[in-house]
C-alpha cells in the first residue's frame, strides 16, 4: 500500500465551478502536508503548505487537513481554463522527504 | 531571488551509458533533494543533500549517486542506463531538510 493515495482523474468542470481534491495517507505521524501544481512537462509548482489539522486559505484556494481521517483536501473556487493542469498532493515525513501522491489531472472547459 | 534552476533540459542517452544532471538551488537554500518522476506518476524520492553530506536517501539503487558543492549546487549522476531511467528528474531545494521544497523545471531524460 502507498503512504498516499490520490485518485489520478481526470476531473473535468466548467469554467467557474469549485474543484474538489482529496487524498489519504497512511502515517497518523506526518505533520505537514502540501499540495502543487504541475503544468504539463514543467516542474512542480507549490500552492499551499500546510502544518497539522485545520484550514489553510490563499485567495481562490482553501486546504484542508483532517488528521483524525487521514485525509487532506484541496478546493479551487470560480476556477478558470488556466487551473487546467494535475494537481499533487504531498506528505513531507520526519526525514524531510516528500511523499507524492499520485497526482489529479484537472480540466477547466470554458 | 533567482529560483531553482536544472540543466540539460532535454537528453536523449542509450542504454549502458552514464549521465549527469546539474541544480542549482534557490537562493538562501542549503538543502537539495532529487526526485525521478515517471510519465502519469508522482514524483520518487532519490536522495537530498544537506550542507554538501547526503541526508537521506529513497528506494534507488547505488548506480543512482550525487553531489552538493559549497554554493549548495547539486549533481545527479546515473551509471548503466536502463530503460526505465526515462522519466523526469526533478531537483527541489529548501532552507533546511524539514521546510517546503522548491522545485526546478526539471530535466527530461530518454533511454534508447
Known amino acids: 500500500q502507498k503512504e498516499v493515495e490520490q485518485d489520478p482523474g481526470p476531473l473535468s468542470v466548467p469554467e467557474g465551478a469549485i474543484v474538489s481534491l482529496n487524498c489519504t495517507y497512511s502515517n497518523s505521524a506526518f505533520q505537514y502536508f502540501m499540495w502543487y501544481r504541475q503544468y504539463s512537462r514543467k516542474g512542480p509548482e507549490l500552492l499551499m503548505y500546510?502544518?497539522?489539522?485545520g484550514n489553510k486559505e490563499d485567495g481562490r484556494f482553501t486546504a484542508q487537513v483532517d488528521k483524525s481521517s487521514k485525509y487532506i483536501s484541496l478546493f479551487i473556487r470560480d476556477s478558470q481554463p488556466s487551473d487546467s493542469a494535475t494537481y499533487l498532493c504531498?506528505?513531507?515525513?520526519?526525514?524531510?522527504?516528500?511523499?507524492f501522491g499520485a497526482g489529479t489531472q484537472v480540466v477547466v472547459t470554458p | 531571488e533567482t529560483g531553482v534552476t536544472q540543466s540539460p533540459t532535454h537528453l536523449i542517452k542509450t542504454r549502458g551509458q552514464q549521465v549527469t544532471l546539474r541544480c542549482s538551488s534557490q537562493s538562501g537554500h542549503n538543502t537539495v533533494s532529487w526526485y525521478q518522476q515517471a510519465l502519469g506518476q508522482g514524483p520518487q524520492f532519490i536522495f537530498q543533500y544537506y550542507r554538501e553530506e547526503e541526508n537521506g536517501r529513497g528506494n534507488f539503487p547505488p548506480r543512482f549517486s550525487g553531489l552538493q558543492f559549497p554554493n549548495y549546487s547539486s549533481e545527479l549522476n546515473v551509471n548503466a542506463l536502463e530503460l526505465d531511467d526515462s522519466a523526469l528528474y526533478l531537483c527541489?531545494?529548501?532552507?533546511?531538510?524539514?521546510?517546503?521544497?522548491?522545485f526546478g523545471p526539471g530535466t527530461r531524460l530518454t533511454v534508447l
Open positions: 500546510t502544518y497539522s489539522s
Open positions: 527541489a531545494s529548501s532552507r533546511a531538510s524539514y521546510n517546503e521544497q522548491f
Open positions: 504531498a506528505i513531507l515525513d520526519s526525514w524531510g522527504k516528500l511523499q
